[in-house]
C-alpha cells in the first residue's frame, strides 16, 4: 500500500515507513515461534502501533531527518536544495484538515478515523442508509473537518478495507497511534532516542522494540505486552500529552 503522488515526496517516504513498521513487526518475531500461531501480531491495534510508531514518532522527528536530509537533498537538489531542514520538518508535520485519511497529520488524523467509525456504526445499527453512504461520508467531513468533498475517489472509495471486508479495522489506527505514544515514552526512559536518529542508528530504536514487543509474536495479550513493556496498563494520556506539546512547540503556542 505504498504509493507515490507526483510533486508530494512526503507520501511515498512516510507510506513506506509506515508499512515498513508492520514488516519489522513480523521480522523480528522469535523463531522459535515459526510455523505456530504465535508467530504472528497480537492484534491490528498493536500492529499498528508499530507502523505508526515507525512513521510519525520516529519518522516525522527533526533528528531523524538531522541526519537523512542532507541526502535527500542530493537526490532532489533542484527541489530541497534551498529548504532548511528546520522548514522541512515543520512541512512534514504541518496539521491542515484534508480529504484523504493517509495523508492527514497526526493532529487531524483522528477525526477521519471517528468519521469512519460512527459510520460503520451506522451500517450496523440500521441508521444510516447504505445507498447513500457518500452523502453521509461528505456531510461528516464537513462537520467533523470544514472540508467539501469533490468526488468518491478523495471521498468515500479512498480507503480498500471495506471493499475487502474489513469492518471495524479503522479504529485500530487510533487506537495503535495512542499505544504507540505509551511505548515512545517508556523507549526514551532506555534510549536517548534523539541522539541514535541523529547518528543514523535507528536500529536502536527497532532492538528496543523487538526486545519488548515483536519478539514475543503474540505470545501474550495487547495489555499483558503492554504493562510488560511500559510498566503500567495502557494509557491514552500519553497520546494526549504528546499530540499537545508537538503542536504547541511547532506553532508556538
Not at 504541518?94 to 493517509?102: I, L, N
Not at 467531513?141 to 470544514?146: A, E, F, H, K, N
Not at 485500530?172 to 505509551?182: D, P, R
Amino acid at each position: 500500500t505504498t504509493k507515490y503522488i507526483t510533486n508530494n515526496i512526503a507520501s511515498g517516504i512516510f507510506s513506506t515507513i509506515h508499512e515498513t513498521g508492520h514488516a519489522w513487526y513480523m521480522h523480528d518475531v522469535d523463531p522459535a515461534y515459526d510455523g505456530s500461531i504465535l508467530s504472528f501480531g497480537i492484534s491490528s491495534g498493536m500492529h499498528e502501533s508499530q507502523s505508526r510508531f515507525c512513521e510519525n514518532y520516529l519518522g516525522r522527528r527533526s533528528s531523524f531527518w538531522e541526519y537523512h536530509f542532507p541526502r535527500l537533498q542530493e537526490m532532489f537538489p533542484k527541489q530541497l536544495g534551498e529548504v532548511s531542514p528546520e522548514a522541512f520538518v515543520r512541512g512534514i508535520n504541518a496539521s491542515k484538515p484534508s480529504p484523504v485519511r493517509t495523508e492527514a497529520d497526526e493532529l487531524t488524523y483522528p477525526l477521519h478515523i471517528v468519521i469512519r467509525y460512527e459510520i460503520e456504526k451506522g451500517i450496523c445499527d440500521g441508521s444510516v442508509d447504505i445507498d447513500r453512504l457518500d452523502e453521509t461520508w461528505n456531510a461528516m467531513y464537513r462537520q467533523y473537518l470544514g472540508l467539501d468533498i469533490a468526488n468518491d475517489r478523495e471521498g468515500i472509495l479512498q480507503d480498500v478495507h471495506w471493499s475487502s471486508g474489513d469492518f471495524g479495522y479503522f479504529p485500530t489506527y487510533a487506537l495503535g497511534s495512542a499505544f504507540a505514544a505509551q511505548f515512545f515514552a517508556a523507549m526514551q526512559k532506555d534510549v536517548d532516542v534523539d541522539a541514535a536518529l541523529r547518528q543514523g542508528q535507528y536500529m536502536r530504536c527497532m532492538d528496543w522494540l523487538k526486545k519488548h514487543i515483536h519478539t514475543y509474536g503474540c505470545r501474550y495479550n495487547a495489555e499483558e505486552i503492554m504493562t510488560m513493556a511500559t510498566g503500567e496498563p495502557f494509557s491514552p494520556a500519553y497520546y494526549l500529552d504528546y499530540l499537545e506539546e508537538k503542536y504547541s512547540r511547532l506553532y508556538a503556542l
